[in-house]
């Protein structure tokens, strides 16, 4: 079982769930993140404009992302230096996307505010010529031949949709064991088809 990304609620593939550069996704928190407009900065608190459909919890202002010195952040999780936070020095330690070197405990109670680890992710990403991770729906496979069904888009395995998930978000589907790495390679080699299919499922072919 996983959780939200945003709630922390509960979210499985027998249900269904949204996934965005690896990141699991409650329906309701996948479709409330498209009204989001202003959030506070993670340091100074100011109201910071944000772009709509984007993945974020957490942002952060010009100004202060101008000040931000994440090589040095982390250099020293990565040598394991005392904590910016609590001072202890972890078994694991965290750069984040906002220049905090944190220890494990620290890291879990700022909500792992992490320095991009997939893409779609806030923050800064380490593989930066990736364009962002598009959304698909996770769900699990088959177990009987009455429920309704969904192919997966990488491997074609048959997969169950008994909630309608991928047709109300009108969104590709995706089986467990090609989630991830997987699911990316794919992403990234067929993109231009992903984006036009998507287009025209929502009815936006002059857009494509």
Not at 135 to 140: F, G, Q, S, W
């Amino acid at each position: 079982m996983k959780t939200c990304h945003f709630c922390k609620t509960e979210v499985s593939a027998q249900v269904g769930y949204v996934d965005i550069g690896g990141l699991p996704l409650c329906l309701y928190c996948y479709e409330s993140r498209r009204i989001r407009t202003h959030l506070p900065c993670h340091i100074c608190r100011q109201g910071t404009l944000i772009e709509s459909n984007l993945l974020i919890n957490d942002t952060i202002c010009e100004e202060c992302g101008n000040k931000l010195d994440l090589p040095k952040a982390y250099n020293a999780a990565r040598e394991r230096k005392p904590c910016d936070r609590c001072s202890q020095r972890g078994e694991i330690q965290y750069a984040t996307c906002y220049r905090q070197n944190l220890c494990e405990v620290c890291y879990e109670a700022a909500n792992r505010p992490v320095t991009q680890l997939y893409c779609g992710d806030r923050g800064y990403s380490p593989f930066p010529s990736r364009k962002p991770s598009l959304p698909v729906v996770v769900l699990a496979p088959c177990q009987t031949s009455e429920e309704p069904r969904a192919g997966c888009i990488v491997c074609n395995k048959r997969l169950s949709d008994h909630t309608g998930i991928s047709i109300v978000l009108m969104l590709p589907v995706l089986c467990e064991e090609c989630r991830g790495p997987t699911w990316w390679a794919f992403m990234d080699k067929n993109r231009d088809e992903l984006d036009v299919e998507s287009c025209v499922v929502r009815g936006k072919r002059d857009e494509c």
